[in-house]
Each structure stands twice: as structure tokens, then as C-alpha cells.
């Protein structure tokens, strides 16, 4: 399974940031696994976003609840991410991730994108 993040590496602030990651080798709609978005700030730890399951459901972080939102495209295998009015404090690599349900282990990463948010 491989996964690749694409979208813009520079967002203005108060704008939306996009992000579609491109799965090949195993199908986003295969029971059970989830997939998601993870970030890294600079100079700090992981931060976990959200998924889009299997089944099509979604679940975000409640910190990042009220602006984010994770999409799919089955036809293409792909899915996305959406972060709404962004700040210089989005400025993080942001990662797609996927999710074994059973051991909730995450076992599939790709290689991350920077995203930085500047005017």
C-alpha cells in the first residue's frame, strides 16, 4: 500500500487549506480500515486531524472539529482534507495515514507535505 499527499505548499491566512492523498495498492473502501490526517508543527509533536472510514463515516478532533473536513473519492481512491480558515499555527507536514482497525495500529504513512500558512 502506498500513500501520497498532494496540494499547494503555501496557504494565505484566513483561506482554506486542500489536501488529497492518492492510495494505490488496496482500496480506501476495504473493511476495516480508516484513513486519516495527521500533522507536525515545527519543533513539535504529532497531531492527529481526523479520518474518513471505510464505511464512508467521519470523526475529527474535537480541537479541530469546528474547521475540518475529510472527504472521499472512491472512483479515483483518493481522499481529502479540508482545513478552513487557517492560521500560521496550521503551518505543519501534514500527513495521510492509514488506520488497521482491528489493532488499531497505523501502518501505512506517506511521506508528508509541508504546508505553510503565510501571507
Known amino acids: 500500500v502506498q500513500l501520497q499527499e498532494s496540494g499547494p505548499g503555501l496557504v494565505k491566512p484566513s483561506q482554506t487549506l486542500s489536501l488529497t492523498c492518492t492510495v494505490s495498492g488496496g482500496s480506501i473502501t476495504t473493511n476495516y480500515y480508516y484513513w486519516s490526517w495527521i500533522r507536525q508543527p515545527p519543533g513539535k509533536g504529532l497531531e492527529w486531524i481526523g479520518y474518513?472510514?471505510?464505511?464512508?463515516?467521519?470523526f475529527y478532533s474535537p480541537s479541530l472539529k469546528s474547521r475540518t473536513s475529510i472527504s472521499r473519492d472512491t472512483s479515483n481512491n483518493q481522499f481529502s482534507l479540508q482545513l478552513s480558515s487557517v492560521t500560521p499555527e496550521d503551518t505543519a507536514v501534514y500527513y495521510c495515514?492509514?488506520?488497521?482497525?482491528?489493532?488499531?495500529?497505523?501502518?501505512?504513512w506517506g511521506q508528508g507535505t509541508q504546508v505553510t500558512v503565510s501571507s
Open positions: 474518513i472510514a471505510y464505511s464512508g463515516s467521519t
Open positions: 495515514v492509514r488506520i488497521e482497525g482491528w489493532l488499531e495500529e497505523y501502518d501505512y
